[in-house]
């Protein structure tokens, strides 16, 4: 049984279509195919069609032909079987309703069983003879044309025209007479023709349902999901291939409209400059949504009973700058326990990112089983976050660019904020961040995606946007790769 058509090759039928209906609806991810990245997908379409389309199982032929002195021969083929497929040339284009692929110069091998019987005045018994027989098909065309449409979000793919000619054919018995060639020809033609076109016709078929059954959310986390439904049918230009989804996100299983509006992609970046396959591009949008989510499933709340300097997390590291905090609770441990106030702020700028967030930061002391509570200081932290891919993974880092903070409310009396700050300030660039960015710098690896993955990719940051370029490669490709580095 053939294996599931690759995610891959959905994606190359999915946006091969150059028609555009007037829509409202803008995407917050987009993609971008170079022609680099189409020869891709089709080298990776036609492997695939080669190796689904057979074994090819061919019906039984049967003829009667008069032969001068003989009489009438019944002639039969049976098991009539195409073997292997092989295309040579292939083209993918544009027509008037929808997209036309075309195969030339593509072979095809057959096997097949023959017999015959006839019996003539001449001789008062039926005579017969059987054998089997090969056949190599030459100059195997095959032209498909496809409308490919968005409805509600959903792609509804359908077969406008299917054609298959065959132009040569060459046929070697074991046994048997050279009439026979003769006689078959034109009806293995129009078998191979026929036989080919309803096993494409089928394959349209499944592949439309396949798309219909296409989820339109696809599960970040378990609270978190992003909306992948199309907004727009892909367009097809002369240098690359774009189409557009969705792409916020949103709480688990809730449905939300989004508010589509008309944003500009700064073309500063192409990856056809960069002889790349693909270029996607996420708005901040989709970070701001995502952040939404967590924020409002009270997900962004972290408490801090480790650090890189543990006396951090005890009063007696305080006693000069909290100094009542030292006299009421001497030498205890603390937590410091923290929570966004209100949704970040995400801004992506050009080569860096930035965030402003506000947060709620409680001291704890901890005395003996009881945690309690005993200042609430109020700090807005921005900083800039950049981003760079190497070897299949993402790294980055942070840079602090203001710290804010101010008193809440307190448990210990006034205290003196100035000193705190710049304190704090001092212990995040130089404690708190170090570590952070140790741990970022490490990297988080990007998954292969059904065998394949990213190969040599770059990230950059332009207006309101963040755009990925890269070629992609089977694992082991991208393995052989980095081995050979090493």
Known sequence: MASPIP????????????????????????????????????????????SSLVPLELPKIEKSVKIPVIGSVQMVLSDIIIEKIHVTSSTVRTGDSGIVIDVSGATANLSMKWKYSYSTWLIPISVSDKGNATVQ???????????LKTVEGSLNLSLLECGCNVNNISIKLDGG?????????????????????????????????????????VPVTNIAALNVTFVDDPELTESSLDLEIDGLISAKHEVILSNHYHRLLQNSFSCKEADKMVKISLHEDVLKSGSSVYFEASKMHWMVDKVPDQSLLNTAWWRFIIPQLYKMYPNHDMNLNISVSSSPTIKVEKQQIKAKIP???????????????????????????????SQNAVA????????????????????????????????????????????LSKGFQIPAFHGYELQDAQILCADSWIVICSNVAPVETVQSHLAAIY
């Open 177 to 217: 007479a050279s009439w026979l060639i003769d006689a078959f020809e034109g009806k293995i033609s129009s078998s191979v023709e026929n036989a080919v076109s309803r096993k494409l016709k089928d394959a349209v078929v499944k592949l439309d349902s396949l798309l219909q059954s296409l989820p339109k959310e």
């Open 137 to 147: 098909v030459e100059g195997l065309e095959v032209g498909l044309a496809l409308s």
């Open 359 to 389: 947060l709620d930061l409680v001291i704890d002391v901890l005395d003996v089983e009881e945690v309690i509570p005993v200042v609430c200081i109020s700090t807005v932290v921005s900083a800039s976050v950049s981003a760079e891919i």
């Open 396 to 439: 980055g880092g942070v840079k602090l660019i203001d710290f804010t903070m101010s008193l809440k409310w307190s448990n210990i009396g006034d205290l003196h904020m100035r000193l705190i700050q710049t304190i704090m300030s001092t212990t995040l660039r130089t404690v708190i961040l170090p570590y952070i960015n140790l741990k």
């Open 7 to 50: 995610p891959f090759l959905l994606l190359f039928l999915l946006t091969i279509w150059r028609g555009r209906v007037e829509s409202h609806e803008e995407g917050f991810i987009t993609a971008e195919i170079s022609n680099k990245g189409l020869d891709f997908l089709k080298g990776l379409l036609i492997e695939k069609a080669e």
